[in-house]
């Protein structure tokens, strides 16, 4: 028995093909075991290499346009002419695209259609023979993730159009390498990072025009890195349909893109929602956040402001870019190189300055290219003070807040901290036997404080207590409103001194006590 040999072999018109042969079998077992092998190589070979351009039954063949849509097509048809401009395999059955799907240069080929295939993976060596590429459509297939440099040698391609995909993952250099692509489509796909890689300031592409990152998973937006960016680039950024949690911040990026008419906030202004934080998941209008909600201030047209002699840069921030520009300053005069206020810079930018009082008002720039005109108003506010002026003012402020401050500080310290003038009572508690006992009356007799100077006083009904020393008699200029500078009274405070200790245990109030005094 021989073991079936398998033999490539290259046709007239360069195609591989599979011949297997099978010699001296014998037995139904073995007949059975080598149709299984024969059935496996060719099912290889079918995967590995596409079926035969034909231009009669699958394929319409006009001119350098080749299209085989809805062709049930599992593979790249091989043998392509090298002439190829146009080649449409949509709405087919491909699901990998490897590297060698074309064995030759396509030098010429233009766009490549693969739409509404069930495509899950992309080679790295996928676009090595195609470079001229400038239209290439994946959209409604099965990829996942681009991997890093996946479509740099398309140096050439404008438009790539990958949505409706179930993408999730990319690599922040899967693009680069395309110093050409003006419009890139990635909207319904499971993308939950914005990539400000492709329009922030060192890594933009120079020449995307357009950026639709809609319907995804993006959660959160870098706000102000947008809002930095000139006005021809947010016109053609579109992030309507995302989850995006509700902010002022967001409100006023969406606002200000209302106030400018950029297109892509005024195209779809019922699709810019966000999520209001919490466990319901509402969503609500963004430009309803400064109604309701976040009650986010009203973002208005801004104004430059600026003081005397200060100087202003205004920019003519227009919706495309390589526009022709001109302005004219307020009441519709001219610009001319005779004013010395206002120059023109190389930039398109309007320099002013050093300003004064009559350059308020409103400065216009006019834009025009071949096919779009624009208007732009910049109102400039020029304030009839110096910067350093308006600076002492503040500081002046500033110190008679400080000073109303410190003074209220040092009444609340006189009014609750200020220590008792009175002679504190001894920390030992009174033993309160009889609920008559009350604290000493700040009456004290005189004749009371000439018995306690120097020794502890006796008990008075039974209530033991002390009594701080009082100043001595000589010291007293005065005493009930009376004066008694050589003490000729002590006589008669001596006969009412029982009477005084009487009174003394039943005093309604006294300086040593806690509770505001009642009057």
């Known amino acids: ?13 360069g195609t591989s093909i599979c011949i ?25 070979c079918g995967q590995l290499i596409g079926p035969h351009l034909d231009c009669r039954k699958t394929c319409v063949c006009a001119g350098n346009i080749i299209s085989c849509p809805s062709a049930n097509l599992s593979n790249v048809p091989t043998a392509l002419p090298e002439y190829t401009a146009v080649l449409d395999l949509s709405f087919n059955s491909i699901t990998r695209l490897r590297a060698e799907w074309t064995p030759i240069r396509l030098n010429r080929l233009q766009s490549l259609l693969l739409s509404n295939n069930n495509l899950t993976f992309l080679s790295s060596e996928a676009f090595v023979h195609v470079t001229k590429l400038r239209y290439l459509d994946l959209s409604s297939n099965l990829l996942r993730q681009l991997d890093e440099f996946i479509f740099e040698p398309l140096e050439h391609l404008e438009v790539l159009l990958l949505y409706k995909n179930n993408i999730y993952q990319m690599d922040r250099t899967a693009f680069s390498g395309l110093i050409a692509l003006q419009r890139l489509y990635m909207s319904h796909n499971q993308i939950a990072r914005f990539p400000l890689e492709l329009v922030k300031e060192r890594s933009r592409l120079e020449t995307l025009r357009l950026l639709d990152v809609s319907v995804n998973r993006i959660k959160a937006l870098p706000l102000h890195e947008l809002q930095a960016l000139p006005a021809w680039i947010k016109n053609g950024i579109y992030f309507h349909s995302n989850p995006l949690t509700c902010s002022c911040e967001l409100y006023e990026l969406v606002a200000r893109w209302h106030l400018k008419d950029l297109s892509s906030a005024t195209d779809f202004t019922s699709n810019h929602t966000c999520m209001i934080p919490g466990l319901r998941k509402e969503t609500m209008p963004i430009l309803d956040l400064d109604k309701a909600y976040l009650n986010c201030s009203e973002v208005k047209v801004l104004k430059e402001e600026a003081y005397l002699e200060q100087s202003l840069v205004l920019d003519c921030d227009t919706k495309q870019k390589g526009m022709v520009k001109r302005w004219t300053l307020p009441g519709n005069t001219p610009l001319s190189s005779d004013n010395k206020t206002a120059v023109m810079l190389s930039d398109s930018k309007l320099h002013i300055g050093p300003l004064k009082a009559e350059d308020s008002g409103v400065y216009t720039c006019h834009a ?9 108003y910049v109102t400039v ?11 002492e003012s503040l500081k002046t402020a500033y110190t008679t807040l400080i000073a109303c401050l410190v003074s209220i500080v040092m ?3 006189y009014l609750y901290l200020t220590p ?4 504190r009572c001894s920390g030992e508690d009174l033993e309160k036997d009889d609920p008559r006992e009350s604290l000493h009356s700040s009456a004290a007799s ?4 000439h018995e306690e100077t120097g020794q502890q006083r006796g008990t008075s009904e039974g209530f033991p207590y002390r009594h701080s020393t009082l100043l001595e008699q000589k010291d007293q200029l005065e005493l009930n409103g009376r004066l008694n500078p050589i003490g000729e009274e002590d006589e008669e405070m001596q006969v009412d001194s029982k009477e005084r200790r009487r009174s003394d245990a039943e005093s ?8 505001p005094m009642v009057i």
Do not use: K, W
């Not at 021989?2 to 007239?12: K, R, T, Y």
């Open 1 to 13: 028995m021989l073991d079936p040999l398998v033999n490539p072999a290259v046709d007239m018109m």
């Open 381 to 391: 506010v020029v304030y009839n003070s110096t910067m350093s002026g308006g600076l």
């Open 420 to 423: 008792c003038r009175c002679a």
């Open 446 to 449: 005189l004749s009371q404080a």
């Open 411 to 413: 009444v609340l310290i």
């Open 368 to 376: 025009s290219s071949d096919s779009f005109n624009e208007t732009l």
């Open 508 to 515: 309604v109030s006294s300086v040593c006590s806690d509770t």
């Open 20 to 44: 297997v042969t099978v010699a001296a079998l014998r037995g139904s077992f073995i007949t059975v075991l080598h149709l299984t092998l024969l059935l496996s190589v060719v099912r290889v």
